[in-house]
């Protein structure tokens, strides 16, 4: 085995003082490491280490979930860009890395046997505003709040007026962005209830003056009386373009992330795009606390697009994202015309979804009909050509895939009825021993076809589905089916109503043709749980087993009242104890929505 070369970033001048810009210094040691033929360990030794946007590496990318196929988001910023590389580890040894503005923290693409271990990262002033209700009142006439910021938060009043900077870029002083009020989007986290939600922001309705107060807060006056009851809510605000994956791995196999503390996350969370064999060990997806922040990602923390090979994810926390902490899916393609018996052109229907190759020549590819998603009763082939656009040229239509199959496609694969899905680019999965909480949406989403499992979890206050199963192609086109899902060991805390949904959109309800296929539910722990703890539409194979409720109430438990299934077949709910909590107990959410 040949000895590793050890790739020092300060012998390039990066600063672990966290006085200087250590950006250059870092892309230098990173270029060196990648020109090493031998297996490479690049080390930060303990620090700071600041990394200003203007002199990192710079990548046309495009990117699954952020936004689709618009040129102005085209050219990404990469603070740690591992390309073109084999057997490179980053080491962190403890460092804290701190990114100024818009970046995505790491990406290894086209790589392989790469490992990012041992550091911390964070945001200076990122594009999300925590707003704590630190005090309100009224004096009978004019009600008000008292807010306090971060530190790092930065601020002008003009008349009611609050506008949002970011921090100034050291090139003019101009802030690397800003917002309005309320901004875009908003959700509500309750420190105390340990749960956070979507919902409206009445912080900037009627205000009739804005002071700022020392010590980072401001004073909002309205023109109303009646006294705010929302002292102690956190309003989390934020604008909503995606421009940067926070994370991204792409084109490679076996990336390793482990012992890496997140704490924030720009644009879209760690995106795994067209690659093999990813694990993400140990990683604390947590806001420091000393920042004064309790956002930790703009939105999902992990969404894997595509992904082949095994997907591992576990010993994670998962605290405070924007969206869901885990989601992994393939993409629907809509069918959108017959060019011959053996060619198709395919369509990327999601505005937030285009540009990257959804299939390669040699890729097996399925065609299922929209209204059922019924795999049994669809249509595969083998590509032998692929025309279209790639995730790193600008030389094709973005939306548009024409794709060359090995065998004629039958006449009853007409365009737009039909989707079409990547089924070589689908991964085994194993989620196990993370902590979800303050989560205002799903815990995991997962849709694939190889063997899934999700077991030892703790789901806490999730507000929506801890476990969701969709398949989609009419909303968010992320495919696909589910044929071997266990969800079992895990203890679901306060969840809402259902704690697993199965929810694909099909039109055509049979359960002779079912979208999801052998889905057992085992083990699990519901505490303060309502019914039904599972719903699930169009599966044939549905094994609710040997499962334990716990409540204060003294309701009978009714295993018959458990899971909720429509166009369902083969449908087992036995052996489940404990008992049920009195009707309306746990707090029913809207299940559907998707940002």
């Known amino acids: 085995m040949a000895p590793r070369t050890m790739v020092d970033v300060t012998a390039f001048g990066a600063d672990p003082s966290g006085t ?103 945001y200076v002033s990122p594009r999300v505003v925590d707003a704590t209700v630190a005090d309100a009142g009224t004096d009978g006439v004019t009600a008000w709040r008292e807010l306090t910021l971060p530190a790092d938060t930065r601020f002008r009043i003009d008349g009611t007026t609050v506008t949002w900077l970011g921090e100034p870029a050291p090139a003019d002083g101009e802030p ?74 792409s084109g490679g196999e076996r990336v390793e992330i482990r012992d890496v503390s997140a704490h924030y996350l720009h644009g879209f969370g760690l995106v795994g795009q067209l690659s093999r064999d990813l694990t993400v060990r140990d990683v604390r997806f947590r806001a420091d606390p000393a920042t004064g922040r309790t956002s930790a990602g703009f939105a999902d923390f992990i969404n894997l697009s595509s992904m082949a090979g095994h997907v591992r994810i576990a010993d994670c926390v998962f ?90 496609l039958p006449p009853t694969v007409t365009p737009e009825h039909w989707v079409a899905e990547n089924v070589t680019a689908t991964a085994s999965v194993h989620i196990v021993g993370n902590h979800f909480v303050n989560v205002p949406t799903r815990g995991v989403l997962v849709t694939t076809r190889r063997p899934v499992v999700i077991e030892g979890n703790l789901f806490d206050g999730v507000t929506m589905a801890g476990v969701y199963v969709s398949a989609d192609a009419e909303e968010w086109y992320e495919s696909g089916p589910v044929a071997d899902l266990t969800i079992r060991d895990n203890t679901f805390l306060r969840p809402s109503t259902p704690a697993v949904l199965i929810a694909p959109t099909n039109t055509v309800l049979d359960p002779a043709h079912p979208v999801h296929r052998n889905v057992t539910i085992s083990g699990n722990v519901f505490e303060d749980a309502d019914a039904p703890i599972v719903r699930a539409r169009s599966v044939r194979g549905l094994a609710v087993t040997g499962n334990h409720l716990t409540g204060t109430g003294a309701g009978a438990l009714t295993e018959s009242v458990l899971v909720a299934a429509e166009g369902c077949s083969d449908v087992v709910v036995e052996g489940t104890s404990g008992t049920l909590p009195p009707p309306g107990r746990t707090q029913v959410h809207r299940l559907d929505e998707r940002p």
């Open 176 to 249: 690397y962005w800003t917002g309005t009020n309320a901004m875009e989007y908003t959700q509500v986290h309750d420190p105390v209830a340990r749960r956070t939600w979507r919902d409206r922001n009445p912080l900037f309705d009627e205000v009739a003056a804005v002071r700022r107060l020392p010590g980072h807060r401001l004073r909002l006056s309205y023109r109303f009386a009646d006294a705010p009851g929302d002292v102690g809510l956190v309003y989390q605000m934020r604008t909503t373009v995606r421009d940067h994956p926070g994370a991204f791995v």
């Open 319 to 408: 605290d405070g994202p924007h969206d869901d902490p885990v989601n992994i899916h393939g993409t629907y393609l809509v069918v959108a015309g017959r060019v011959a018996d053996d060619v198709v052109t395919l369509a990327y229907r999601h505005p937030e979804t285009a540009g990257f190759p959804a299939f390669r020549p040699g890729d097996t590819i399925e065609f299922t009909a929209r209204a059922t998603l019924d795999t049994a009763a669809g249509f595969t082939a083998r590509l032998t050509a692929v025309d279209g656009p790639h995730d790193r040229d600008d030389a094709h239509d973005r939306r548009i895939m024409t794709v060359t199959l090995d065998r004629p």
């Open 20 to 122: 200087r810009d250590s950006a250059a210094a870092v892309t230098e040691a990173l270029r060196a490491a990648r020109a090493v033929t031998a297996p490479v360990t690049v080390r930060f030794p303990p620090g700071r280490y600041h990394l200003y946007p203007e002199r990192a590496e710079r990548r046309d990318l495009y990117v699954s979930n952020t936004v689709g196929a618009d040129r102005r988001h085209l050219s990404k910023t990469i603070a740690l860009l591992v390309e073109n590389a084999h057997d490179l580890v980053i080491d962190g040894r403890g460092a804290a890395l701190v990114l100024h503005g818009a970046q995505t923290a790491f990406a290894a693409i086209d790589s392989t046997d790469v490992r990012f271990e041992g550091f911390s990262f964070d």
